[in-house]
């Protein structure tokens, strides 16, 4: 069995399919070759499309960054039950190899991960042994009592940069506990990776912004409105109050493109497609325009041409923003 050939074969055709709205999967190329499933994927080869790129702290990350959350099988789901045992049977080790090398085969050279979850990071050790060249910013949840070991933990398993985990950058927030994130943002530094903090809620920007700390980088949640006019006033009441399980949804974009206009630090935009209600182009217009630098998108390897080739071009095109790109 040629698996080497077919690999080549594969990543070929991945890195030239940019141009087309989707990618099909190993299973369907199998399917009309007529061939046998190849083995493990191969790291993938240098990108063949010119996604474009801006930096943090001095490294390199592409406006486009793949993320965490669809690898580590925790999906948003709304009401629906299924959704992340599904995702964990989706994304077997060979899936998760896969997805990696057609992010770089398509230019995007970053990527968001768990650093806690051992089978990610021995993937992603695998994954460089293999050539791959693909980068991550590690979420991180670290105990009150304990900042330091997480960062370490991320260090140790060759991150590029790491950042509080949103959730924990409200709950922090909320409970009077800012200098803790201050000094999370340091011990981070301190390990020489850039340090970022993650929100929900845009008081969580606002009170380390107040405290005088100095992240490499935000994430904060950003989406539009104009699709709301689809459901119904009760349906979006709901959502609103039942924030604690439905934080996909952001409670704040106006007042968030208003404070982030005069923050100048870099601004990664996540959850900028509400977990799948919003389509690409207009949540990735949406974001740019509105002055993210970066998008942190879940993305499956069949969506990655499709997010790429719309982002680029929005990203491309985009002329007058909230405030200037951060190069």
Known sequence: MKTGSNRRR???HSAAAVSAPWIMSVEEYVLMAGEPPPGPVAAAPRPKTTMPTGKIGGVEISRLICGGNLINGYAHSRDLIYVSPLLRHYFTDEKILE???ICEAHGVNTMILYPADRRAVALYERYRAQGGRIQYLAQ???DKGDLLTPVKQARDAGAAGAFLLGNLGDAWTREGDVDLIGRLIGHIQDQQMIAGVAGHELRTVTAVERAGFAPDFYLKTLHGTNYWSTRRPDQLQEVIDNYSIDNYWCRDPEETIA????IERPWIAYKVLAAGAVHPRAGFQHAFENG???A???MFDFQIAEDVAIATEVVKATRNRARDWFA
């Open 10 to 12: 594969f990543l070929k």
């Open 99 to 101: 997805t990696w090398a």
């Open 140 to 142: 991180i949840n670290p």
């Open 259 to 262: 404070y982030m206009s005069g």
């Open 292 to 294: 993210a630098d970066f």
């Open 296 to 298: 942190a998108v879940g």
